[in-house]
């Protein structure tokens, strides 16, 4: 490769979804890459209720969205998405469900409030989940109540 400007070789790099640019004609696999062949791998692993076309498409949308995500560790980032699978949860997007945090040059997996309600919800066990502000007398350190409404049989 040429010598270029740095902010050239990056754009280069945003352009191709974030590998370098080849040297030999060929362009190299990247991250979005590998995450659309391990369609029919998040396939296997997500619940029967959930498309894994969706799925892929969130992660990749979540990625896009932060350049942080791409500078860890690939293995790392498989891993949580496979996580995230597994669950049936959406890593990042609108739902909420799971976040993907980046911690150096690894990822972590970190299940949202609204996944723990999604599942919860999912077990059967729980009718009705409902939050509410909890204000505090003066001087009080009294915590948040979150209630969750379960059947009487299961009390």
Do not use: W
Not at 44 to 52: G, N, Q, S, T, Y
Request: glycine residues 10%; aromatic residues 6%.
């Amino acid at each position: 490769m040429a010598s270029t400007p740095l902010s050239d070789q990056l754009a280069v790099r945003r352009a191709q979804g974030g590998a370098m640019a080849p040297t030999n004609g060929k362009r190299n696999k990247t991250i979005y890459d590998l995450i659309r062949d391990m369609e029919d791998q998040f396939r296997m692993a997500l619940p029967k209720h959930f498309d894994a076309g969706r799925f892929v498409r969130v992660a990749v949308t979540t990625l896009r969205r932060n350049e942080k995500l791409l500078r860890c560790d690939q293995d790392s980032l498989l891993a949580c998405l496979m996580l995230s699978a597994q669950l049936g949860l959406e890593p990042g997007g609108p739902l909420g469900h799971a976040y993907l945090v980046p911690y150096g040059s690894e990822l972590t997996f970190i299940v949202g409030y609204r996944g723990y309600i999604e599942l919860a919800r999912r077990t059967g066990d729980v009718v009705a989940v409902s939050m509410g502000r909890h204000h505090s007398v003066q001087g009080s350190a009294e915590p948040i109540q979150d209630r969750c409404q379960i059947p009487g049989h299961l009390r």
